[in-house]
């Protein structure tokens, strides 16, 4: 599975981006998808988790309510909507996937990873 993640930039706090993760090689319907994040400086940070069906959710506490995670079937790509972000948001964001069933917070559970993209949010 490749994964490539775009569509990060600059913004001012209380802006939004999406984010967007193209997976080849597999289809989402195989695979367990999550975002994480990395300020610098900081761990690894876990932001989402999406269900192989779309149906399941998990976000992180820090973005629930403000992030919305969707997928694409046709584009074979999930989207990370990012509104009224603060400038503690700003971080380099990944996509991830994994081959087992369930969601997960845990980084060391995924498999595949895309290359990150920046977001910085302006105070």
């Known amino acids: 599975v490749q994964l490539q993640a775009s569509g990060g930039g600059l913004v001012q706090a209380g802006g939004s981006l999406r984010l967007s993760c193209a997976a080849s090689?597999?289809?989402?319907?195989?695979?367990?998808m999550g975002w994480f994040r990395q300020a610098p400086g900081k761990e690894r940070e876990f932001v989402v988790s999406?269900?192989?069906?779309?149906?399941?959710?998990y976000y992180a506490d820090s973005v629930k309510g403000r992030f919305t995670i969707s997928r694409d079937i046709n584009k074979n790509t999930v989207y990370l909507q990012m509104n009224s972000l603060k400038p503690e948001d700003t971080a380099a964001y990944f996509c991830?996937?994994?081959?087992?069933?369930?969601?997960?917070?845990?980084?060391?559970?995924?498999?595949?990873w895309g290359q990150g993209t920046q977001v910085t949010v302006s105070s």
């Open positions: 090689g597999r289809t989402l319907s195989t695979i367990t």
């Open positions: 991830a996937a994994k081959n087992a069933l369930g969601l997960s917070t845990d980084g060391r559970n995924y498999d595949y």
């Open positions: 999406f269900s192989r069906n779309g149906i399941s959710v």
